[in-house]
């Protein structure tokens, strides 16, 4: 099992009186205490247009993160690749990649929120299409040769970047949780990812999706080893169960209150689909193997939501790294990201 830390970057400065600029420094500040701390990664989500998510620029962030930590993989969840020329990602998040010496994760989908498209002026019925296009382009332009490229949304023309991943292979992922999706993305031979609450309504539900990609990834040919299934999941953890819920309902109730996606769902409804961890070290572990039954070897914790106290931030991933990950430590090691 894999350990990240996931930031969907809500912040709510009227409600709280915590400023834009002191939520990005703080996730600097956590992603830092990550990296030495042992986690193997930090994501970081991208929104437009709402206080559901203010990190616009994912690459911007990475960029400063990179330079401050050491080991720990730096990934983005995801890139909405239809908002986006797909030169100009490939551009990007290739110069993250060298800057970083090679830590790059990189997530890509289609979009799913409405006011987003709307914001960009892009239609969202042929979103799909337009994705798998754009994803054409950005493989070709990560190849470091000329290429040229005749699709239904992009034309290019004898292009070739001059700054390419360092990584041989950029590792991919693709969000997708619900079944048709996973079962075409199984087809492609990438990666599937995502937040289950907002896909699934309990473990059984989320463990046939995951089993039919791999059924769909293998049969078309690709490689087992190369599987890696990170998940989201709002977490914190202190000493007690009490606590830990104590502290995180309020801040849990109102991310999901004013999310811009997903079921109509509160702690209570979450916890009972078993699609937190939010207890003690010990309910979080046991939480965590149901999940790596189900196919998680990769869990995105989603700590810094609904304007959780940076302090309690730091708490509860100091609890995970000390009494969590050690359950998990002779596994970490199974289906490493490529380099």
């Known amino acids: 099992m894999k350990f990240g830390l996931f930031t969907v970057f809500d912040n709510y400065k009227e409600r709280l009186g915590r400023s834009h600029v002191q939520l990005l420094n703080e996730v600097v500040e956590q992603s830092v205490e990550a990296d030495t701390l042992g986690y193997d990664s930090v994501w970081f989500a991208e929104h437009h247009f709402s ?22 993989r730096l990934g983005v969840s995801i890139v ?41 002026n892009v239609e969202g019925k042929d979103k799909a299409f337009k994705f ?20 239904e949304y992009y034309q290019f ?19 997708a949780l619900r079944p048709q999706g996973a079962h075409f993305v199984g087809k492609m031979g990438y990666n599937i990812m ?32 190369k599987i890696n299934i990170p998940l989201a999941l709002h977490t914190y953890v202190a000493p007690t169960r009490e606590e830990a819920v104590e502290t995180a309902r309020d801040h849990l109730n109102l991310y999901l209150d004013t999310r811009m996606y ?5 702690y209570e409804d979450l916890e009972e689909r078993e699609q937190l961890l939010i207890g003690s070290p010990e309910d979080v572990i046991s939480r965590l193997r149901e999940y790596q039954k189900a196919g998680c070897d990769h869990v995105m914790m989603l700590m810094n939501f609904g304007g959780l ?6 708490k509860s991933m100091k609890i995970v790294a000390e009494q969590v990950m050690p359950a998990f430590s002779d596994q970490k090691s199974a289906n490493p990201i490529p380099n």
């Open 51 to 72: 206080e559901y998510g203010i990190l616009t620029t994912p690459q911007i962030l990475l960029s400063i993160v990179a330079e401050r930590t050491k080991d720990i």
């Open 132 to 151: 798998n296009d754009g994803l054409a382009v950005l493989n070709k332009a990560w190849s470091g040769e000329t290429f040229s490229h005749n699709g």
């Open 309 to 314: 106290p940076h302090e309690k931030v730091i």
């Open 194 to 225: 995502g937040v289950p609450y907002v896909a699934s309504n309990s473990i059984a539900e989320l463990k046939d999706v995951i089993d039919s990609y791999k059924s769909s990834y293998l049969e078309a040919g690709h490689p087992e080893e």
């Open 262 to 266: 997903g079921k109509s769902a509160q």
């Open 80 to 120: 909405s690749l239809p908002f986006r020329n797909p030169i100009q990602v490939a551009e990007d998040y290739a110069l993250v990649d060298v800057l970083s010496n090679g830590r790059l994760n990189l997530g890509l989908g289609s979009g799913y929120l409405p006011h987003e498209f709307e914001g960009f």
């Open 157 to 175: 023309s004898d292009v070739q970047l001059e700054v390419v991943p360092k990584q041989k292979e950029v590792p991919l992922w693709i969000g």
